[in-house]
T-cell receptor, first 115, second 115 residues
């Protein structure tokens, strides 16, 4: 079973920031938070990941609460091309064999960016 | 650019045909690759873990004799759907992790339609 809870859908106006929440209250100390997105009929695309510090890259920012029980993915200026299903996944960070790579996908949040 | 290449992107064939799907890691070696299946309006479900130089590990409920996996080299895994039937029609996606705990990267998927 997925270890995360996300709202099933969200709308965001084009050009505005999209803030996608994720709850992961049972996260353990060595688990990272990963975000992927899947545009219709394509494979998932890696966005960002983090352990406890906030992270930023060219695609997005990841804000993780101090207790690590929830996080928010921020797309600073959403465009129509950001319309996709966004998946928040927790995964063991340290390498302990092939199983530590496994990702369990929940239902994600369907983000619709509106013109 | 893409770091995992999947081929073909779409296959339409008759019932009883066997279909081979290739997954290649580009510019990095992957001792482990993963195969997922996604039915319409559902999330990705892990089918099996492909291990270079050893047998694949299948998830519960996935028939190993029907879904043959061969991880022939450090950059190539193949999934063969043997004697495919209409219920095998789905979106098949592979992934490969960057070495030593790095994020997984996904292919663009193969849309399999069995008539």
């Amino acid at each position: 079973d997925a270890k995360t809870t996300q709202p099933p859908s969200m709308d965001c106006a084009e050009g505005r920031a999209a803030n996608l929440p994720c709850n992961h209250s049972t996260i353990s100390g060595n688990e990272y938070v990963y975000w992927y997105r899947q545009i219709h009929s394509q494979g998932p695309q890696y966005i960002i990941h983090g352990l406890k510090n906030n992270e930023t890259n060219e695609m997005a920012s990841l804000i993780i609460t101090e207790d690590r029980k929830s996080s928010t993915l921020i797309l600073p200026h959403a465009t129509l091309r950001d319309t996709a299903v966004y998946y928040c996944i927790v995964r063991e960070g340290s390498y302990s064999g092939a199983g530590s790579y496994q990702l369990t996908f929940g239902k994600g949040t369907k983000l619709s960016v509106i013109p | 650019g893409a770091v995992v290449s999947q081929h073909p992107s779409r296959v339409i064939c008759k019932s009883g045909t066997s279909v081979k799907i290739e997954c290649r890691s580009l510019d990095f070696q992957a001792t482990t690759m993963f195969w997922y299946r996604q039915f319409p309006k559902q999330s990705l479900m892990l089918m099996a873990t492909s291990n270079e130089g050893s047998k694949a590990t299948y998830e519960q409920g996935v028939e190993k004799d029907k879904f043959l996996i061969n991880h022939a080299s450090l950059t190539l895994s193949t999934l063969t759907v043997t004697s495919a039937h209409p219920e095998d029609s789905s979106f098949y996606i592979c992934s490969a992790p960057f070495p030593m705990g790095g994020p997984q990267h996904f292919g663009d998927g193969t849309r399999l339609s069995i008539l």
